[in-house]
């Protein structure tokens, strides 16, 4: 072979060297670029993971609207004899007054959240609690000698005054006012992942406004 014979060769040599020399930078950089990118989005799903968590544990409280209500009860007992129009009665004029809260307990909220595809579901909002707390006074309290009143009676009267003050909590705007409250707190999560760009989902539909999350109330 000759001198220059030779020298070509390498030249071609060297030049095939610097394509594969360019050829693995590119497949450097392009690796290097990748990486980071996805890092980045991990890093970005993660934060709006973490972010919606801790509003979510923000408006995990005890909602609670309260209110008062007045019952007035005429209670009577009649014990009957084996004689004809003989009989022992006892009867009582009860005057209730109630505080009556109706709450939701939002730290019993379940949800599931699915980064992948940006989505947030609320799969249980717990019901309504409603608690009674009744104060009896009683007037003109009469009984007999052979019908006194007992423990039973009380019972009874608690249970009689229980079951009208329901029935005036259901009539009043009691519950209906704690179910504002619940929207309220509820609506904070819509806010949020609206502007992170995710899905609210209940009830196995999406929630694009506060009208959808009301009418799944």
Not at 102 to 127: A, C
Request: aromatic fraction near 12%; glycine fraction near 6%.
């Amino acid at each position: 072979m000759t001198e220059q014979s030779k020298m070509g060769f390498f030249g071609k040599l060297t030049e095939v060297r610097k394509w594969i020399f360019v050829l693995f930078l590119g497949f450097i950089l392009f690796w290097v670029f990748n990486f980071f990118t996805k890092s980045g989005d991990s890093s970005t799903i993660e934060y709006d993971t973490n972010l919606i968590q801790t509003q979510i544990k923000n408006v995990g409280k005890l909602v609670v609207t309260e209110g008062h209500f007045a019952e007035v009860l005429t209670y009577k007992d009649k014990k009957k004899t084996y004689i004809p129009g003989l009989s022992f009665d006892k009867k009582a004029l009860v005057v209730i007054n109630a505080d009556v809260t109706v709450g939701f307990d939002l730290s019993q909220v379940k949800y599931d959240i699915d980064s992948e595809n940006k989505i947030l579901t609320i799969t249980n909002i717990p019901k309504e609690e409603i608690k009674i707390s009744p104060d009896f006074k009683y007037y003109d309290t009469e009984s007999s000698t052979f019908n006194e009143f007992t423990g039973e009676d009380y019972n009874k009267i608690n249970k009689l005054a229980r079951e009208s003050l329901a029935k005036k909590i259901e009539q009043s705007t009691l519950k209906s006012n704690a179910k504002n409250r619940l929207l309220s707190e509820l609506s904070k999560m819509l806010v949020l992942t609206n502007s992170m760009g995710w899905t609210l989902k209940y009830d196995g539909t999406e929630v694009k406004s506060e009208k959808d999350l009301e009418l799944k109330l």
